[in-house]
Each structure stands twice: as C-alpha cells, then as structure tokens.
C-alpha cells in the first residue's frame, strides 16, 4: 500500500487533533425564540452534558407534554466521550502507520460517526416531539413538536433552530480536512 | 334734569371705555407650549431606551422612584420606608425589621433627597441613598436589584432633613437634624428652655467601600439650630462639608416668624478630616443612644433589625477646628458646591440675591483668623472675607442649585417660578426659564457631582394646578424636562410624578443596566425556610405555628390542597418561586388575610403570614399573571375548629377517593 505524502501525515494528525476540542466546547445548539423571549432561549450540547436555559424550556414545554430534560434521559453521555477518544486515537494511529487505506478508513470512520449521530439526535427529537403526556394542559390534535434536525422550524409560539455549535464546527473542519486530504492524496499519485 | 341724564350717559361710557382699555392692557396668561422638536427630543421609540435613569424620592409617600430621561416614564417604585401592600414590603415577614426603629414598627415616612454613590466625585452606579425625614433614618438601595438593603436610624436627631449627602468616595453618608431637640438624661423639659436644653445633631455615617454597610462613625454636637441641607466639599475642598442652616434666632414658637429675623443664618463647615484626627486620638466620647439598624440579607432573602446602644459624639465647642460659620443671608436653604469643589452656593430663600462663597477664602479667612465673633462657641468667618461674590437680582426665592460641565450653575426660584442659569466665575445671569409651578429641587445629571453629565435639568414643582386634566382636590405632582445642551434653556416636556418628589439625581443608563440582576439564582437560597424543588414542599407543625413551604412554578403551587390546620393557629406561607426564568414572578394571597400580597421574585422565598379567624375552606391564588394558566395556579387550606382531630395534610394533583376521604 501507498504511503502518504509528508503534508498529508500531518494533515491526518491535525485532524485527529482538532476534534480534542470536543472536550472543551459545546457541539450542538438548539436556540429558540418566541414573542416573550425576544432574547432567545439557548441549549448547549456538550459531549457529556447539555447547559444552558434547559430548566426554563422544560418550564415552558410540560404545557404541550414534553419530558422534562434531563440529563439522565441520554445514554448517549456516558459513552460519547470514548467514542470521541476512540476516534482520536485511530486518527493519530492513521497518521502513524502512514498508509492509505487507515486514511480511508479514517475517513469513512468520522463520517460514518457523523451520520450515526444525526439519526440517533433525530430519533430523540422525534421520541421528544411525539411522545407527549395525554393529561397536558395544550393538546392540539395531530400537532407534534419534534425539533428540527438542522435548521428553522416554527413549533407553536417558538421559532426552533437547531445547528453545529463551535465543537460541531470544528469536527467538521476535521472531516473535510480529511476528505480533501484524501483526494489530494488520490489526484496526485495519478499525475504520476 | 337734561344735563343730569346727559351727565350720567356720559359717565357710563367713560367708564365702559375705560374697561375695555383696562381689558386690553391685561397681560396675557403665561405661554407654556414648547417649542419647535422639543417632541422628537424627549420621544423614545418603542422597544428603545432612555438615555438616564431617573433616582426620584417619593417625599411623603416615603419611596424612591425609578423614571427614565428624557421621555419622563416611570419604570417602578422602590418601598423604602413606607410599606407596600402591593409587593409585601413591611407586610412579609421577611420586610418587617427593615421598617423597625426604636420607636417599634413605623409603617410610614417622608423620603425627601437622593444621594447616588461616588468614586473620586463621579458617579459609580453603587447605591442609592434616601433618608427618613419624619423618624430620622437613612436608607441605602443597591442598584443592582433596586432593592432596599439597609436602614440605619439616627440618634439625637428630630427631623433627617439634611441629609443622606455624600462625601466624593462615598466615605461618608451625613444626617443633620432639621429640628434640634433636648437629648441624654434631660428630655423631659419645657419647651421654653430652648437655648439651654435643646441641641442639633450632625451624624457622619461611614459606608463600608465594598459591602456598602452603614455605621454611624460620629456625632457633632453642634448649637441648637435648624439644619437644612448639605453638600460634601469636593476636589481641593475635599475633607470639608457644608451644611446650610436656619433658625439661628433659636426660636420654639411661630418659627415663620421668628426664624426669620436675622439678617443671616449661617453655613457650618464641618472639617471632617479633623473630626477624624480627634477620633483617632482618642477625643470622642461613647454617648448612650438608642437606634435601630436593620440589614436585609440577600442570600437568605431575609432582614434583620438590630438595636444599637451606644454612639460616638465629639464637642466641636470644645474640640477646635472641626466647626466654622459663614454668614449667609436669610434662612439658606440649598447649600450646593460647584464640580471642582472651590465654589459653595447658599441660598438663602427669603434672599434677593445669592451669595457665592470660596473654598480658598475661607481658608485664608481661617489662617488669618478673620472672624467676626462666635456663635455658641463656634467661630463666625466675616462675609466678605469668605464671600467670592453675588449673583445679583436673580430671582425670587432662590432654593437649591445644580451645575452643568461647563461653568454654570442652575438655580431654583419658588418665589419666582423659574429656573435661572449664570455663571459660577462670573455671576452673570446668562438665562431665565419659568416652571410651572412654583419649582422646589431641581436635577441636573450628574449636577452634584465632579463630572456633571449636563444635557438637561428636571424642575420638581411644588403646585401642579392646570397642567394636566385634573383629577378632584388631589392632584398629582408636576415635573418638567429643559433642555440646557444649548445657550438657552428650552421646554422639553411635562410630565407627572408619583408621591412627592423632592430631590432627584440621574445617572447614564450604562452605569446601572449591564449590572442589573434579572434572577436570584435558586442554589444561592439559603433562606431557612425555603423549599429548593417541589419534592421539598411540605408543611410542618410547631405547637400552635403551622409552616407551609410552598413552592410556585407555572402554573401551579405546591401544596395546593392543605387540611389539619386549627382555630388559634398561625399559618406562615413560605413560597419559594422555582423559576429561573427574567421577570416571571409569582404572587400569593389568601382569602381574608390582615395584611396584603406577597411577591416573589424568581428564585426568592417570601413569607407571608395568616392567622384564620374562622372555620371553613380558604382559597389562595397567584396574584401575578405568570403564564397561559395563571388562572389556575389557585389552591385550598382547610381551617378545623381548635382540638379537631383533623390530620395534617397536604397535596398537589392527587385525586382523593371520595369514599375514604368522607365525613372527616
């Protein structure tokens, strides 16, 4: 197998470095306006935790049904931290085997992750939006609350944006740093 | 018989001509409709804000008030010394030792002057101090949550009116006393031995440099006088105050009159720095005095009231220095100096003219012991030798004056309903506005201070009459806003004031509203009483107390349903309001109480306490509209006759099963 270009090593390694930052800052951000809150509510996702106006979103959606958010209700927190390291890991690995086919695995590996971290984010919001408490005050027939997955939606009284946050931002940078990586690596060994 | 009627025709249309002449000479009612874009000068758009908050005492309501420059808005009433049925300041148990004194609980007073806080004689945004004209107090509100935090009683004192003036670090608060009285031992005495028995007081209070905690440092002991108002030196005349005094005549009696004799009433200077230096060697004297000294305690949202037994008091007859008089003339009231601290300003209300004195004469005066007699022991500087000079036929009644940033001073004229500004180097009148009417106080922002803000000057009138649709015998106060950004003053707007304002300071919106508090955060709680979740909501009881810890949250309280409570029992409702969230309080009320509301604040407990008069269900409400379903945040205490064997019990949302629960 092929081994890597010296820039596309260190490419490689930055990228694996650049998601350490998921430790440090929030990666999701679900912001939410309504005519009494002017100033938006906001809701920070972080790899182990979610901060921000959590309780007073909670206050306000028990009226439609919605759970209360806690915390607890995201398995996903208690091992998020190690996938996020596994990922790290493997990337400096790629960078230290130096071949192509760990930069491709690599590749496919964060995407991979990427995509399996959207669909479990929407089957929670779907779970949130639909499974609603039957005895909540407001129950408005055929109306469900599921947030939106990337972007604007207006739910009731609120206007929903769901989106990267800085941390978000970065492992994306670091996806197609790799990607662009990988086909700087495949357009220049076929100039050859 | 013809020239008779011919006479009389005659002399009828001499006179009719002559009151159609008289008609026309009338001189017209005074112009009182501003001028050209006066509105677009005071107009802010809605969603915008004011340019500077507006610190206004409320006189006899005893409150402070919070109005916005220039559209002239009212944002809220701050209780200080009066209670508030209206948010349960002095009905909740929480609020009651703030309003304590050594007079018991006293429910009412009469706020008259604002003091904003300072560093290096510029406004810090810190606090806001009042004082109690009637018991003689001193308040001091934080800025941060526009919340009373501390009242200090004065000793020795029968009337707060020269007061809560500031020294420029805000070292010193001061409290003179408008009436003297006899003190110590010998208070019961006639009233006729005035000149012998009945003495002024001047507290120095000291406020802590970071908590803001207030002391009484030391009294001065001075003659039997009136004291009016004050001001703190500034700059190079820092470590000196100026207090304005009146009834040097030593009247008792008809004081309208017989205070009103002396060609000149003085102002006392006061050399603190001396005071401190006789302090520091040992010199003063601890003085039995009795006086409260009530603290409110932010993180267990509860105040307390200590009583205080001792005060330190200096005799500046005896003690050299610390005291000289100026002569000034006629009952000074306003005794103002200017931004750099050289200038002092009496005015001297049945005076047609104003006397300016120099802070740098009357040191020299001093040094060279220029003095034309005493007074009660004290040293009376000549006039002339402290005098700067006269601004000469002002107006009528000068009161008080504000200064602007650029060497001119605004005076107040009751007599003459009018503002005039002139010059402090020169004493030239550059300019005259009328007030309607009648004008007491007058504000410029930041006027008081080092580094006055200028831009405008807000007349606090005395007599309201026709400037708004009138509302019965009562009516409400009348303030009006001038522009001074220019050469001469221009009306701006009318706008009405609540209780009734005297002094007034305002301060630019940024120094005050990035630190104003939006919530009181929950996990700081640490009232003794307080429920921190629902699942700490309970009720308990204490031989004949009942105490609930309640908890609000939109919409609904918890406990809502409560039984087992006795005739004869007393029933304190400790609500602690969950939300997290700017400006969702709750409120609590319940059917028949002898007292009034209470409102929480977000993350704050407030207690109120109910003591049932009879049997029966007793409902009990939010009584602030907190969410889609405000109406439903309401609940049920049961009342049992005494020695029922009804158990204690409480809930929220649970659905008792009709058979079991019968016929208890």
Redesign the interface.
């Known amino acids: 197998m092929k081994a890597l270009k010296p820039i596309s090593r260190w490419l490689v390694a930055l990228a694996a470095v650049l998601m350490v930052s998921a430790y440090f800052v929030p990666l999701w951000q679900i912001l939410m306006w309504a005519p009494q809150y002017p100033e938006g509510l906001e809701m920070d996702i972080w790899i182990n935790t979610i901060t921000g106006d959590v309780k007073v979103i909670s206050a306000l959606n028990h009226y439609i049904g919605m759970k209360h958010i806690e915390v607890e209700m995201f398995p996903e927190f208690d091992y998020m931290v190690y996938i996020v390291g596994f990922l790290i890991g493997f990337g400096l690995l790629a960078a230290l085997i130096n071949r192509r086919f760990m930069l491709w695995a690599f590749c496919l590996l964060l995407v991979g992750t990427g995509i399996a971290a959207l669909v479990d984010f929407w089957l929670w919001g779907y779970d949130y939006g639909h499974n609603l408490d039957p005895t909540a005050a407001i129950n408005i027939p055929g109306m469900t609350y599921q947030p939106p997955l990337i972007g604007t939606k207006q739910l009731l009284n609120f206007t929903a944006f769901s989106g990267p946050d800085l941390g978000g931002w970065i492992f994306m940078g670091s996806g197609a740093l790799l990607i662009g990586t990988l086909v700087f690596e495949i357009y220049s060994s076929r100039k050859k | 018989m013809k020239t008779n009627v011919l006479y009389r025709i005659l002399t009828v249309m001499v006179v009719f001509a002559g009151l159609v002449v008289w008609q026309g000479c009338k001189p017209k009612a005074p112009a009182s409709v501003s001028m050209g874009d006066a509105a677009t000068k005071t107009y802010v758009p809605p969603g915008k804000y004011d340019e500077f908050y507006n610190v206004v005492s409320g006189g006899f309501n005893g409150q402070m008030s919070i109005y916005g420059l220039p559209s002239g808005r009212l944002f809220r009433i701050i209780p200080v010394f009066s209670v508030f049925p209206e948010n349960g300041w002095g009905f909740s148990e929480e609020t009651k030792p703030m309003l304590n004194t050594s007079h018991g609980f006293v429910p009412w007073d009469d706020l008259h002057h604002i003091a904003l806080s300072t560093t290096k004689g510029e406004h810090d945004g810190r606090w806001a101090f009042g004082n109690a004209n009637n018991t003689p107090r001193v308040a001091r509100v934080d800025m941060k949550t526009f919340k009373t935090m501390e009242i200090l009683e004065l000793p020795n004192s029968g009337g707060n009116h020269s007061s809560p003036f500031i020294t420029e670090n805000t070292e010193y608060v001061v409290a003179g006393t408008r009436f003297s009285v006899p003190v110590g031992d010998k208070t019961d005495v006639p009233i006729s031995t005035f000149k012998e028995n009945f003495k002024g007081y001047i507290s120095f209070i000291s406020v802590d440099p970071t908590e803001g905690e207030m002391k009484i440092a030391f009294q001065l002991k001075t003659p039997g006088v009136s004291f009016d108002l004050a001001r703190a030196g500034k700059g190079k005349s820092h470590g000196w105050f100026f207090f304005s005094t009146y009834n040097t005549e030593q009247a008792y009696t008809l004081l309208e009159v017989n205070a009103s004799q002396k060609d000149k009433d003085f102002i006392m200077a006061v050399n603190w720095k001396k005071a401190e230096e006789y302090i520091a060697a040992g010199k003063g004297e601890k003085v039995k005095a009795k006086y409260a000294h009530n603290v409110y305690d932010e993180s267990s949202h509860t105040s307390t009231s200590e009583m205080m037994n001792e005060v330190l008091q200096l005799d500046p007859a005896v003690l050299k220095d610390i005291i000289y008089f100026i002569p000034c003339p006629k009952s000074p009231h306003g005794c103002d100096t200017d931004p750099t601290g050289e200038y002092i300003v009496g005015s001297g209300k049945l005076a047609a003219l104003i006397p300016v004195f120099s802070f740098t004469k009357m040191q020299q005066a001093i040094a060279n012991k220029e003095f034309e007699g005493e007074f009660a022991g004290i040293p009376v500087i000549k006039y002339e030798a402290a005098l700067h000079g006269e601004v000469k036929k002002p107006g009528l009644g000068p009161l008080h004056t504000e200064f602007d940033a650029n060497g001119n001073a605004y005076t107040s004229f009751f007599v003459s309903s009018e503002i005039v500004k002139w010059n402090v180097q020169t004493l030239e009148v550059l300019d005259r506005v009328p007030t309607y009417y009648s004008i007491g106080h007058l504000s410029v922002p930041g006027g008081p201070t080092a580094k006055p803000h200028g831009k405008y000057v807000v007349a606090y009138n005395k007599i309201t009459k026709d400037r708004y649709l009138p509302t019965g015998p009562e009516l409400t106060q009348s303030a009006q806003l001038y522009d001074i950004s220019g050469d001469k003053m221009k009306l701006l707007l009318d706008f009405p004031t609540t209780g009734e304002p005297h002094y007034a300071e305002s301060i630019p919106a940024e120094l005050i509203m990035p630190n104003s508090v939006k919530i009181f955060k929950l996990e700081e709680n640490k009232h003794p009483y307080a429920a921190l979740g629902e699942g700490q909501a309970k009720v308990e009881r204490k031989g004949n107390e009942v105490h609930v810890y309640m908890t609000a949250?939109?919409?609904h309280l918890t406990p809502d349903n409560i039984e087992g409570v006795k005739l004869g029992d007393d029933v304190y409702f400790h609500v602690t309001n969950l939300?997290?969230?700017?400006d969702v309080p709750h409120g609590f009320a319940i059917k028949g109480a002898n007292n009034a509301e209470i409102l929480i604040m977000p993350g704050e407990t407030s207690t109120l306490k109910w003591k049932p008069l009879s049997t029966g269900v007793f409902p009990f409400y939010c009584t602030d509209f907190c969410?889609?379903?405000h109406q439903?945040m309401q609940g049920y205490i049961r009342v049992s006759p005494a020695g029922s064997n009804v158990p204690l019990k409480f809930s929220t949302g649970k659905i008792e099963d009709q058979s079991s629960g019968a016929g208890q």
């Open positions: 949250i939109r919409s939300e997290q969230d700017w969410s889609a379903l439903e």
